[in-house]
Each structure stands twice: as structure tokens, then as C-alpha cells.
């Protein structure tokens, strides 16, 4: 893939033999994963002008054109180029349910036959679109379903932003304002370079021009990955999911975490650059008699000294397959008063698209199998 033009003759020079390379390997550019700077040395290595870019990013994004030679306002020579050199390689919707209270979970398939579940849940007061960026998941959260199929494979940046794409253009939202949350399968930070890609795919101004105001990152709390995400220019809201007081506690519910200590994660969420009107939100999976004591709730208040966050409360969604049961509403509520007696400010997550299996925790695609290493490269291997 041709690294992002910097504006250097020499690299430009570069730039333009990469992508000739690329055309005489007979290598079809997926445009949907170019940012607007290699889309405009595509077009530039095609013998066209550099602004066409711009028009590609917006067939792309604002209208859901896939066919090169639907985009009626570029060159009919350039159409003709891309339609043989290039390809928009689109999540498929192979299925969706609606839920009683109007979410609505979706099944894509992906180029190689693999599957991911993406969600659109309405009035959050904003349209959100909760997003995968792993086919299954490493972290083996006890309490979520994801985590049992284990990590099948990274999505790419253009799968991840192309949940976007599909589900805007389901739900009617391409021209309307919308937020993202990366909250469905997968653990964010485990695939930071193509999440970041992502982003910034879906920041570009002639596409969706997503702000990060707009945009919720979680994650278990991946110390190295927070250190580089805190650095970076285009800066999601940040959401930890936390579930514990205790070392003992974290290391039953998150098992691979335990590489980084509560004392790290909460240390590194100290370093974060927190907006004068924003908090860093601290998830926490309600396990009735596991983690939802009062004592659990004065520790959790202890914990949050020192941090600019809140905390958001998410009694289980109970699901076959899960070992915990949910606490009751009264233990709950119990639980949320001693921390904001002790000055937290918290919030109880009201589940949605609990009967369709799309609440937080539920998302699973049966069928996947965990690959080794080796088994993914043997697959990957011309035949």
C-alpha cells in the first residue's frame, strides 16, 4: 500500500512508481481503504488530475457508489482505468434483525467468507452506529459471548470503516449526523493501526467528515496502545471497560489482562489528555454477587481519585453460554448511590436490543473456528 504523500517531490516520485509496480502486478486497488492523499496519487499515476480524489471520496462515502463506472462526473478514460485496476470492496448484509425498542443488528460477510455483526441503535439521543474491528475477540471477557469464539482475524481499515458505509446507507443516515462507537466485536487497540486507519477514513470532509467529538473508542485498557493513542491527532472519546476493584477480581473476568494491573491502566488514564468538557468513561459489567457489592462500589469510588471520568454501569446481559446472572434493579441502584454519594459521577446503561442478542456483551457469529498463526498464512498461500 502506498504510504500517505507528504508533499515531497522525491516521495511523491516514489509514490507514483509504487502504484505503477502495483498496476503491472495486476493488483486491484480496494478505494475504499485509500485516504484522500493515495487516492490523489492513484489518479495522478493514472494520467488524471489530483482533485478527482476528491470526487471519488465522495461517490464513495456520501452516495454508496461501488462501480467505478457509475461515477459519472470523473473522466470517462479514468473511469475506465479504475473499473480494471480498482475495486470498492464493501461488507455484505447478509441478514438483520429489528428489536422491539427499533435497534437493529446486522450480520455482514466479508470478502473471504468470514462474518462480523455491526449495530444501529437509534434515539441514543443521537443515531449510533456500534462497529466491529475483529472477527471475534482475544480477551476472553468472562462475561461476553464474543470473547468465546476467540480471535478469528484483524478486520482491515476499509472493513472497519465499511460497516459505516453499509449501515448508513441502511438506515438512511449518509446525509445525516450520526455517532460510531467501537464497541462491537473485537478489542480496538489489539488492531490500533488499521482502527486508526479507519478513523481517519471516516474523518475525511468529503466523506463523512466524522469528528472525534462524534466517535467512543473502548477498550480493556491495552497500556502501551493507550500511551500511543493519547498522542494521536485525531482523539476518540475514550471508554475503559473496567468490571473490577480488585487484581483477583479483573484477572477472573478479563483473564489476558493481566499483563497490565488496575494500577497501570488507571496510571495511564491519569496521562490521558482529557477536554476540559470531557471524561473518560469507566464500563462496568454488573455480575450479580461477583463484583457488585457495596464494598465493590466504595473501591470503584477509590479508584476514580485523581481522574477526570465517570462511570457507566451495565447490569449483564444475560446470554446461554454466560456463567454470571444479573443483579437485581435494587442492587444496582445501591451500588450507583454509594458512588455518587462519594462524588462519582455515574450513569445505569439502559440495554437495548436485548431480544435480538445485540446488547453490549451478546454479539457472537457461530461457527468461526480460532485459526493458529500458521494456519491463517497456509490459507493465505496461492494454491
Given at each position: 500500500?502506498?504510504?500517505?504523500?507528504?508533499?515531497?517531490?522525491?516521495?511523491?516520485?516514489?509514490?507514483?512508481?509504487?502504484?505503477?509496480?502495483?498496476?503491472?502486478?495486476?493488483?486491484?486497488?480496494?478505494?475504499?481503504?485509500?485516504?484522500?492523499?493515495?487516492?490523489?496519487?492513484?489518479?495522478?499515476?493514472?494520467?488524471?488530475?489530483?482533485?478527482?480524489?476528491?470526487?471519488?471520496?465522495?461517490?464513495?462515502?456520501?452516495?454508496?457508489?461501488?462501480?467505478?463506472?457509475?461515477?459519472?462526473?470523473l473522466p470517462q478514460t479514468l473511469r475506465e482505468s479504475l473499473g480494471t485496476q480498482a475495486v470498492v470492496a464493501t461488507p455484505v448484509l447478509l441478514r438483520e434483525w429489528q428489536s422491539d425498542d427499533g435497534t437493529r443488528k446486522f450480520m455482514l460477510g466479508l470478502a473471504d467468507g468470514r462474518q462480523i455483526e455491526s449495530?444501529?441503535?437509534?434515539?441514543?439521543?443521537?443515531?449510533?452506529?456500534?462497529?466491529?474491528?475483529?472477527?471475534?475477540?482475544?480477551?476472553?471477557?468472562?462475561?461476553?459471548?464474543?470473547?468465546?469464539?476467540?480471535?478469528?482475524?484483524?478486520?482491515?481499515?476499509?472493513?472497519?470503516?465499511?460497516?459505516?458505509?453499509?449501515?448508513?446507507?441502511?438506515?438512511?443516515?449518509?446525509?445525516?449526523?450520526?455517532?460510531?462507537?467501537?464497541?462491537?466485536?473485537?478489542?480496538?487497540?489489539?488492531?490500533?493501526?488499521?482502527?486508526?486507519?479507519?478513523?481517519?477514513?471516516?474523518?475525511?470532509?468529503?466523506?463523512?467528515?466524522?469528528?472525534?467529538?462524534?466517535?467512543?473508542?473502548?477498550?480493556?485498557?491495552?497500556?502501551?496502545?493507550?500511551?500511543?493513542?493519547?498522542?494521536?491527532?485525531?482523539?476518540?472519546n475514550l471508554a475503559i471497560s473496567l468490571h473490577a476493584t480488585t487484581e483477583a477480581q479483573r484477572a477472573a473476568i478479563v483473564p489476558p489482562t493481566k499483563k497490565y494491573s488496575l494500577a497501570d491502566i488507571l496510571d495511564a488514564c491519569r496521562r490521558f489528555p482529557v477536554g476540559r468538557r470531557n471524561r473518560i468513561t469507566?464500563?462496568?459489567?454488573?455480575?450479580?454477587?461477583?463484583?457488585?457489592?457495596?464494598?465493590?462500589?466504595?473501591?470503584?469510588?477509590?479508584?476514580?481519585?485523581?481522574?477526570?471520568?465517570?462511570?457507566?454501569?451495565?447490569?449483564?446481559?444475560?446470554?446461554?453460554?454466560?456463567?454470571?446472572?444479573?443483579?437485581?434493579?435494587?442492587?444496582?441502584?445501591?451500588?450507583?448511590?454509594?458512588?455518587?454519594?462519594?462524588?462519582?459521577?455515574?450513569?445505569?446503561?439502559?440495554?437495548?436490543?436485548?431480544?435480538?442478542?445485540?446488547?453490549?456483551?451478546?454479539?457472537?457469529?457461530?461457527?468461526?473456528?480460532?485459526?493458529?498463526?500458521?494456519?491463517?498464512?497456509?490459507?493465505?498461500?496461492?494454491?
Open positions: 500500500m502506498v504510504p500517505a504523500f507528504d508533499g515531497s517531490r522525491n516521495r511523491r516520485t516514489r509514490a507514483l512508481l509504487h502504484w505503477k509496480d502495483t498496476v503491472t502486478a495486476s493488483t486491484r486497488v480496494d478505494l475504499a481503504d485509500q485516504t484522500l492523499d493515495e487516492l490523489e496519487t492513484l489518479v495522478e499515476s493514472l494520467g488524471h488530475r489530483r482533485f478527482h480524489a476528491r470526487q471519488i471520496v465522495q461517490w464513495v462515502w456520501k452516495r454508496g457508489v461501488t462501480d467505478p463506472f457509475a461515477m459519472s462526473d449495530v444501529y441503535i437509534p434515539d441514543t439521543p443521537a443515531q449510533t452506529f456500534c462497529i466491529s474491528t475483529q472477527v471475534g475477540c482475544a480477551m476472553g471477557c468472562a462475561f461476553c459471548l464474543t470473547g468465546k469464539m476467540g480471535l478469528v482475524r484483524h478486520l482491515s481499515a476499509g472493513e472497519i470503516a465499511g460497516q459505516v458505509r453499509v449501515l448508513a446507507g441502511a438506515t438512511g443516515l449518509r446525509e445525516a449526523p450520526f455517532n460510531i462507537v467501537l464497541m462491537g466485536m473485537g478489542e480496538p487497540l489489539h488492531n490500533y493501526d488499521a482502527t486508526m486507519r479507519a478513523l481517519r477514513l471516516l474523518a475525511a470532509p468529503q466523506g463523512f467528515g466524522m469528528t472525534a467529538r462524534r466517535v467512543t473508542l473502548s477498550t480493556v485498557g491495552l497500556v502501551p496502545m493507550l500511551d500511543r493513542l493519547a498522542a494521536e491527532p485525531f482523539m476518540p469507566f464500563e462496568y459489567v454488573m455480575l450479580d454477587g461477583v463484583n457488585d457489592s457495596p464494598e465493590d462500589a466504595r473501591r470503584l469510588a477509590r479508584l476514580m481519585d485523581g481522574i477526570r471520568g465517570k462511570v457507566n454501569l451495565i447490569p449483564l446481559n444475560e446470554a446461554a453460554g454466560i456463567p454470571f446472572d444479573r443483579p437485581s434493579d435494587a442492587r444496582v441502584s445501591t451500588f450507583a448511590g454509594i458512588l455518587a454519594d462519594r462524588g462519582v459521577v455515574v450513569s445505569v446503561r439502559k440495554s437495548r436490543g436485548r431480544d435480538i442478542r445485540a446488547a453490549c456483551g451478546q454479539l457472537i457469529v457461530e461457527g468461526h473456528e480460532r485459526r493458529s498463526p500458521a494456519q491463517r498464512l497456509s490459507e493465505a498461500m496461492p494454491s
